[in-house]
């Protein structure tokens, strides 16, 4: 039996058929199911919600693929986990975002973006996640993402929250080949 640090994974000949599905849903998409949803499995309804948050988020939302890892980025660095810091680096860079601007997120400086929808992500996740905002803030992060884009972010944001506590939680190490 493998595990996810304090996790044994449930073997596959041991999956219900609703597990089943969600497992072989991914695997015929990505080859694999990622380390979060191993242990999601667990409740197969939500392990199925949470894989249709999450290819709405990263796939059918209205923010581009740079834009969804700054937020990311910007949930593993106030979440302190090493897990998403480690697996999105790469995935950070390869949506484009600048390994300066990945460190910048991920140390918690502000990266100083020139797009404004970017910046605007950045000033949103950050708001959010501090539990703070002001007006012009506000106004800004309004203006340029609108309220579908405030609400993906805080989605974004809650999502990988949920996969931050759950790894934090079962004490799953980084990905070795993504740190």
């Given at each position: 039996?493998t595990s996810?640090?304090?996790?044994?994974?449930?073997?596959?000949?041991k999956?219900?058929?609703?597990?089943?599905?969600?497992?072989?849903?991914?695997?015929?998409?990505?080859g694999?199911?990622p380390?979060?949803?191993r242990?999601?499995?667990s409740s197969?309804p939500l392990?199925?919600?949470l894989?249709?948050l999450?290819?709405?988020?990263?796939?059918g939302?209205?923010l581009?693929?740079?834009e969804?890892?700054?937020?990311v980025?910007a949930?593993?660095r106030?979440?302190?986990s090493?897990?998403?810091?480690a697996?999105h680096?790469?995935i950070?860079?390869?949506?484009?975002l600048p390994?300066?601007?990945?460190?910048?997120?991920?140390v918690?400086?502000?990266?100083?973006?020139?797009?404004?929808r970017?910046?605007?992500?950045?000033?949103?996740a950050t708001?959010?996640?501090n539990a703070?905002?002001?007006?012009?803030?506000?106004?800004?992060?309004?203006?340029?993402?609108?309220h579908n884009?405030?609400?993906?972010?805080?989605?974004?944001?809650?999502?990988?929250?949920?996969?931050?506590?759950?790894?934090?939680f079962?004490?799953v190490p980084p990905?070795?080949?993504?740190?």
């Amino acid at each position: 039996m493998t595990s996810l640090g304090r996790f044994e994974e449930i073997p596959v000949k041991k999956l219900s058929p609703e597990q089943a599905a969600v497992s072989e849903a991914f695997v015929n998409r990505r080859g694999t199911v990622p380390a979060p949803f191993r242990i999601f499995l667990s409740s197969a309804p939500l392990a199925a919600r949470l894989m249709a948050l999450s290819d709405h988020i990263l796939r059918g939302g209205q923010l581009s693929a740079a834009e969804v890892e700054i937020a990311v980025l910007a949930a593993a660095r106030k979440l302190e986990s090493k897990f998403v810091q480690a697996a999105h680096r790469k995935i950070a860079a390869n949506a484009g975002l600048p390994p300066a601007v990945i460190e910048a997120i991920l140390v918690g400086t502000d990266p100083g973006f020139s797009d404004a929808r970017q910046r605007a992500v950045f000033r949103c996740a950050t708001a959010m996640l501090n539990a703070r905002q002001d007006d012009a803030t506000f106004g800004e992060v309004a203006s340029v993402l609108g309220h579908n884009g405030i609400v993906e972010v805080a989605a974004i944001l809650g999502f990988y929250g949920t996969c931050a506590y759950t790894l934090g939680f079962y004490e799953v190490p980084p990905p070795v080949s993504a740190s």
